[in-house]
């Protein structure tokens, strides 16, 4: 069999691919984790959905992840009385918390009293992905006056984005906690948080979560980037979601955060997804434009766990299409000897514990051996985290009794999750590591792998074993 790529796919769901047929044919084209995005479509459309995948997974025989993307405090304006305006150049507009009066030409609604609790005078405001431009000339509890930077049209609902200003909003509104409980009955896999702007905002979802998914820290603000050490160090997960990222910081500096937050999360052996208009124009073309191939290659390159599709996927004209193309991609790049040499060049030293040792170690007996592959028995997912830290040569099979293990680390770079049986002793879990790794194809008789596991069995995050085996 060809061996997966490394890194993994997260495609989104929507209306261009909500019946089985297309759901199957994402899967066989490489997706790894389905995104549900909570942002559109019924509590009905996602179940069915999700029903599909689970039913999916079972007919292909391998662990299929599934992510709950929440929608976040999206702050908007109100409507206008003729449904659009035109703002112009330095002009004074106005922003209130009267929603009953429908806006004009002079004034709108921001039915958001916490923008206005933390404006001041000299901010800027961005509407409508970033086209147009306020800054704030005189700022009071309930309204602001602003003046015109940038100008046009402006429609009703628009979204509005406060660069460099930390709202004090809660990262989960009503609508967030309806879903992300409806979401936890159905069992979801790992729980997107949208708009995070400090390790706070993280700790409140995990106490609703109460281990029952994974947390995906969604960084698209700035604020986000100021606390990324302290938010790295609380979630499980990270998404560079570049689109929101993009209005509100300016274009250029955009890759090289992406790179930081990619190094950030490697060191740390957190999973990061690459996010947002990675093939955007396969929207509505059947193949991407070389920049857009090129940005999801330079994610691989950099070592990103995962590479992601929106709209592409969720409402294009060629959705299955999309995945096909990223992970020939995928595939194209990591063959590349350069890839390899980029990963070993951007290697990073271990933190001082047992589990980053073993880890450590496992990557050098496969380098000094050759190893065939390299097996991760683990209950709650941390031995084979540790191991895909290293971004080691040799494949790596996650080996685990949990079910909801397995869907989790479909979302990690290199790991191919396997649903097993518990087991009592070292001699137990050689066996079934050598069995699972024959009968997968990663390896043959008389090949090396390499185990890591913790003692005593069933404890998570306690990997403290390193073991080499080869089949007879």
Known sequence: M????????????????????????????GADVFRLNFSHGTHADHRKRLDTIRDIEASLGRPIGVLLDLQGPKLRIGTFAEGKVRLAEGEIFRLDLDRERPGDGSRVALPHPEIFAALKPGADLLLDDGKLRLTVETAAPDHALTRVVAGGWLSDRKGVNVPGVVLPLSALTAKDRADLDFGLSLGVDWVALSFVQRAEDITEVRALVQGRAGIVAKLEKPAAIDALDAILAETDAVMV????????????????????????????????????????????????????????????????????????????????ESVAMMDR????????????????????????????AVGWAARSVAGLLDVAAMVAYTSSGASALRMARERPRAPIIGITP?????????????????????VENGEEMTEIALKTAGDLGFAAPGQTIVIAAGLPFGSPGSTNLL?????S
């Open 241 to 320: 979601a570049r689109g929101d990222l993009g209005v509100e910081l300016p274009a250029e500096q955009v890759p090289a955060i992406q790179k930081r937050i990619v190094r950030a999360c490697r060191r740390l052996g957190k999973p990061v997804i690459v996010a947002t208009q990675m093939l955007e124009s396969m929207i509505s073309a059947p193949v991407p434009t070389r920049a857009e191939a090129s940005d999801v290659a330079t994610a691989i390159y950099d070592g990103a766990d995962a590479v992601m599709l929106s709209a592409e996927s969720a409402s294009g004209r060629f959705p299955v």
């Open 2 to 29: 060809r061996l997966p790529c490394n890194a993994k796919i997260v495609a989104t769901l929507g209306p261009a691919s909500a019946d089985r047929a297309t759901i199957e044919a994402l899967a066989r084209a």
């Open 467 to 471: 073991r080499i085996a080869q089949l």
């Open 329 to 356: 991609i995928i595939a194209r790049t990591e063959a590349d000897p350069y890839c390899r040499e980029a990963l070993d060049a951007s290697h990073t030293q271990p933190a001082a514990n047992i589990a980053d």
């Open 402 to 422: 949990s079910r909801g293990t397995a869907r989790r680390l479909t979302l990690v770079w290199g790991v191919s999750p396997v649903v097993s049986r518990e």
